[in-house]
């Protein structure tokens, strides 16, 4: 069964630092790109970039360029994303999902179940 | 950067009605990387149709998509209870971004 298990809600400071993960199983991880996906509060979808953790080609929005870093560690079929110094605009949904390395641009077909991070003095 | 657009933004409808939802891109693109997805409240986004007009697995037959160029359409021929929640286009071609559409709530009238 594919699973896809992100790590749980933080509330956090501005400021401060975070580091969530995303965790594959029940597929080769190293055959498919995770991506982050923001959802604000009662918003829509942002792309925010992907991952192919086989050899860690990242590729962001311009939009969170600079913003955010994404990682893997495929020994551990593990994505990341992480930020330095978080601001309140930070708070959100972020999921991981999953799509295919198959040559050609594919949609995500399997997601997470969203960590919620919220940042408030 | 390719803008999506959905209308309407909100689609009040009864069980048993068809539903048509639109989405339209700020330059024309390849239906082939036109994707709608369902999401529904407190729960993660679920792909529905990809290549602008292909069920993906497990996506009962009611949902179809049609469109190419600069207009495309997600139709629910029939609405079940389940099937109230907002629908998301997304273009995910060959360069990043993979941008989203705004969505459409499907809501009970």
């Known amino acids: 069964e594919v699973q896809l298990v992100q790590s749980g809600a933080e509330v956090k400071k501005p400021g401060e630092s975070l580091k969530i993960s995303c965790k594959g199983s029940g597929y080769s991880f190293t055959n498919y790109w995770i991506g982050w996906v923001r959802q604000m509060p009662g918003k829509g979808l942002d792309w925010m970039g992907i991952i192919y953790p086989g050899d860690s080609d990242t590729r962001y929005s311009p939009s969170f360029q600079g913003q955010v870093t994404i990682s893997a560690d495929k020994s551990i079929s593990t994505a990341y994303l992480q930020w330095s110094s978080l601001k309140a605009s930070d708070t959100a949904i972020y999921y991981c999902?999953?799509?295919?390395?198959?040559?050609?641009?594919?949609?995500?077909?399997?997601w997470g179940q969203g960590t919620l991070v919220t940042v408030s003095s | 950067e390719i803008v999506l657009t959905q209308s309407p933004g909100t689609l009040s409808l009864s069980p048993g009605e068809r539903a048509t939802l639109s989405c339209r891109a700020s330059?024309?693109?390849?239906?082939?990387?036109l994707a709608w997805y369902q999401q529904k409240p407190g729960q993660a986004p679920r792909l529905l149709i990809y290549g602008a007009s292909s069920r993906a697995t497990g996506i009962p037959d009611r949902f179809s998509g049609s469109g190419s160029g600069t207009d495309f359409t997600l139709t629910i021929s029939r609405l079940e209870p389940e099937d109230f929640a907002v629908y998301f286009c997304q273009h995910y071609g060959p360069s990043p971004p993979k941008t989203f559409g705004p969505g459409t709530k499907v809501d009970i009238k």
């Open positions: 999902a999953r799509h295919p390395d198959g040559g050609t641009p594919s949609p995500f077909d399997f």
């Open positions: 330059q024309s693109v390849s239906s082939s990387y």
